[in-house]
């Protein structure tokens, strides 16, 4: 055993040496130089070909400008200090609480946090490295005591509020005063400079414009509630702290709400909402931090093909122009029903996920929001995959056992299963007891149109879009596979888009839940990709400084059995060549798959389609996506989706309208030259014929779901999306006295000079349609 003096020398000697090493540390730093802190750089996007697409993220080289203490008010200095640091003019800049909490979580491989001190934070702001290793957290510990030791207490203040981000591309707090409030920093008022101090805990979360192609929950009105709470926060710390009077503090009630947003020129047309959805991917697939890409210095490679963007883009600008006339062309009720109206797309490759092109509305710097991400439109009859995804893997439940039951006991379905396909069908558990809905009552389920067809198979219902039939294969199968075929596909839940409303939902089935066209186009390539399931993805690489930080690799998963997803594909074939997807057939002849989406009270219209090379969906609606205020309670108001009876001219918007039309354009756009492919057949059949809810020929034991008699029919409540019937054609008005009615794509009553078959039927143009509005599901 040592003995005490043995001891006692070594703990000298490595306190000696620790001290050694700490002095040698502190006299190797220097103190950080503002000016170098603004010379960061930008980010470069490539296109999927690797030719630039634009530079950007750099805006913090250029919307920044050194000021001096004396041009930075009082207010805005005590309104940080009372935020962040309430000690800072009297400590030594660094908190070794803070700093031993980051030693310890680092040690632990946990993640590393900011420095607790307004001197720490000055410091990282200077550091052109932003990684958070342990190595970059010690050499700042080391700068921070020296700053706080060397540098006056004035100039770490000016110095930390001239390199802070504030969001917006506005790096210090002169550039801040300018983006948020049009003046100078001198210009503030201390309301103001309350404001801006809480957006440094993270303009992400208290922008009141919203930052959801960072974060999904950072949206307008929870950031306006953040702010608020932060920036009366900060008010009264500032009375607590003797920063301010309780009388100034009471003369302050009004909330400074800052300018809207002003968008970069070069962001532009579609280009703005491709880098938006690169920069969410690196961001949510923790590629980089959000301090490293608004650092810059990234070159970021895009799945993004500049050919099919242009032509997805053009497609759309082709309905537009011919169709959709805002300012009283085509009227309904008194409404300008072309009015709001909005487009979203999106083409994925089924070998892989890449995303290839967008559609994400008419200009991003003045379309805020990304229409090929989730926008809140439900997808009606395009859902209808799905269920018989569920039904062809999982199958139909028998009807002597209980609710939750093991495939074993299961049956699965062939697409030559028989359903009622009668309007208003009552629609049975698995078990042949009447379904009810959550207030106890039954549910009879109708047609788009009044369909009434007493029994069809799944093919026929497929290619009818026929609800009735889809809600009762939903049901017999049980709407949580339903769910978990959804999922299987590629499709995602979220806080909004209702995809996990399954529970108790008989129209659950047929697409209630709103996913993203992105995520559409993706689950439909799992289909056509034989049952293999890539997740969408915007980014291939992304290299700093001539290294390779981030490379994709694929992550197939098997969602499917070959077989199923053939079979579907094979449905959804005779869906385009003789059902309600007949406006999408190529000119060509070129194979290809797809299916029609309406919803309840035509708030929404869906195509969803693919060839061998590519899958796209097109969606179209009516909203206003601009953030209007409540004025009393000052809260954001939540625009509803609005009705497109008579839109474009059209009786009504159906799948097949619009939204076929501009998936049949871009297609052959984005096809040429490439050659016509096959599907490939299924190698055997999928399942047993099932008899649903009709008689079968010979009583089989796989059936599902007897009939029993109800006898007082409900109404379907208007929670329901709608399918497609035959599509009425749009009436424009003329420069005639005499209004005609024009041949569309989708017109089948054209005969061949061009001009409408007489049918012995007329209508106003442009008085929406000559009919009570027909309510139900599907499309």
């Given at each position: 055993?040592p ?9 000298i000697?490595?306190?000696?040496a ?8 502190y006299?190797?730093v ?19 070909d ?6 950007t ?19 805005m200095?005590?309104?940080v200090?009372?935020?962040e ?7 030594k800049g ?17 993640e ?16 052109l ?23 006056k207490?004035?100039?770490?203040m ?10 917006r ?9 300018r983006?948020y ?28 414009a ?7 929950t950072?949206?307008p009105a929870?950031n ?29 009630t ?6 809207a ?11 703005g909402y ?13 590629v980089l931090?959000?301090d ?10 895009t799945?993004?093909q ?13 309905v ?10 085509h009227?309904d ?21 890449a995303?290839?092109?967008i559609?994400?509305?008419t200009?991003y710097?003045?379309?805020f929001?990304?229409?090929?991400d989730?926008?809140g ?10 269920v ?24 699965k379905?062939s ?23 959550n ?40 709407t949580?596979?339903v769910?978990?075929a959804?999922?299987k ?16 939902s ?16 993706g689950a439909?390539a ?16 992304v290299?700093h400084q ?6 994709h ?31 999408a057939?190529?000119p060509?002849?070129?194979?290809a798959a ?38 009393k ?19 009504k ?9 501009i ?10 030259g490439q050659p ?36 007082t ?12 019937p035959?599509?009425t054609?749009p ?24 001009s409408p078959t007489?049918?012995?039927t007329?209508?106003?143009p ?9 309510k139900?599901?599907?499309?």
């Open positions: 055993m003995s005490w003096r043995q001891v006692t020398a070594v703990c000697g490595f306190f000696g620790l001290v050694g090493v700490i002095g040698v540390a006299a190797m220097s103190v950080p130089d503002v000016n170098l802190a603004a010379k960061a750089q930008n980010n470069v996007y490539y296109w999927a690797g030719t630039p697409m634009i530079a993220g750099g805006e913090n080289s250029v919307n920044r400008q050194i000021i001096t203490i004396d041009e930075i008010p009082k207010a200095q005590d309104a200090v009372s935020a640091n309430k000690t800072f003019w009297s400590d660094v908190d070794p609480m803070g700093i031993t909490r980051a030693i310890y979580n680092m040690a632990r491989g946990g590393t946090q900011g420095g607790s001190t307004i001197t720490q934070q000055y410091v990282k702001n200077t550091r490295d932003q990684q958070q290793t342990f190595s970059r957290k010690f050499k700042e510990l080391f700068i921070s005591i020296k700053v706080g030791a060397t540098m207490k004035s100039d770490i000016a110095g930390y509020l001239n390199t802070s981000y504030f969001g591309g506005a790096y210090g707090i002169q550039a801040a005063a983006t409030y049009g003046v100078n920093a001198i210009q503030l008022k201390p309301s103001q400079c309350a404001f801006l101090a809480a957006l440094l805990k993270g303009p992400t979360y208290f922008d009141p919203g930052n959801t192609d960072v974060d999904p950072a949206t929870n306006l509630k953040n702010s608020k709470e932060r920036w009366a926060w900060i008010l009264d710390q500032e009375v607590k702290d003797g920063k301010m009077t309780a009388a100034d503090r009471a003369k302050i009004a909330y400074p709400m800052p300018q947003p002003k968008k970069n020129a070069q962001m532009a047309g579609q280009i491709l880098v938006e959805l690169a920069k969410h991917y690196v961001l949510n697939n923790k931090t959000d490293q890409l608004t650092q810059g210095g990234y070159q970021i490679y799945t993004f500049k050919p099919k963007v242009d032509a997805l883009e053009a497609a759309v600008k082709k537009q122009k011919q169709y959709i006339k805002p300012g009283g062309t009227m009720n008194g409404e300008d029903v072309d009015k709001f109206v909005q487009f979203g797309g999106a083409s994925v490759n089924p070998k892989d996920g995303i290839e092109a559609y994400g509305g200009d710097t003045k379309h929001t990304n229409n090929a989730e926008t439109a439900q997808v009606g009859s395009t859902f209808k995959p799905f018989l995804a569920a039904a062809m893997t999982d199958g139909v439940r028998d009807p002597k056992l209980g609710a939750d039951q093991s495939d074993d006991s299961r049956q379905v697409p030559d299963s028989v359903f009622s396909g009668k309007n208003k069908q009552q629609i049975m558990d698995y078990n042949g007891k009447p379904w009810l809905n207030d106890g009552q039954p549910w009879f389920q109708p047609n788009d149109d009044g369909d009434n067809l007493p029994r069809v198979t799944l093919r026929e219902a497929l290619d009818k879009s026929l609800n009735a039939p889809f809600v009762q294969l939903g049901v017999d199968v049980g949580d596979r769910y978990q959804a999922l596909a590629g499709l995602v839940p979220s806080a909004s888009n209702a995809l996990k409303d399954y529970k108790n008989a129209t659950y089935s047929i697409g209630t839940s709103s996913p993203s066209a992105i995520r559409m186009a439909y799992t289909f056509d990709n034989h049952g293999e399931q890539n997740d969408p993805y915007s980014v291939s690489k290299l001539g290294e390779n930080v981030y490379q690799k694929a992550k197939t998963k098997v969602a499917f059995d070959a077989n199923v997803a053939d079979t579907i594909t094979g449905m959804l074939t005779d869906v385009i060549k003789k059902g309600t997807g007949t406006t057939q190529l060509d002849g070129r194979p797809g299916k029609t989406g309406t919803t309840d009270d035509n708030k929404s219209a869906w195509f969803d389609g693919y060839t061998p090379q590519l899958s796209t969906s097109i969606v179209m609606y009516r909203r206003d996506d601009q953030t209007h205020i409540d004025k309670t000052g809260k954001a108001l939540n625009n509803p989706f609005l009705k497109m009876y008579g839109t474009g001219g059209a009786a918007i159906h799948g097949n309208s619009f939204p076929a039309q998936w049949k354009d871009y297609m052959s756009v984005a096809l040429k016509q492919t096959a599907f490939e057949k299924p190698s055997g059949d999928v399942g047993e014929v099932v008899y649903g809810n009709v008689k079968s020929p010979t009583p089989p034991p796989t059936a599902t779901t007897p009939t029993a008699p109800v006898t029919p409900m109404t379907t409540p208007p929670t329901t999306p709608p399918t497609s035959s599509w054609p009436t424009n008005p003329t420069p005639s006295d005499t209004p005609t009615t024009p041949c569309f794509p989708w017109d089948t009553n054209c005969n061949n000079t061009g007489p049918t012995g007329s209508t106003t442009g008085n929406g349609p000559p009919t009570k509005h027909t139900g599901p599907g499309g």
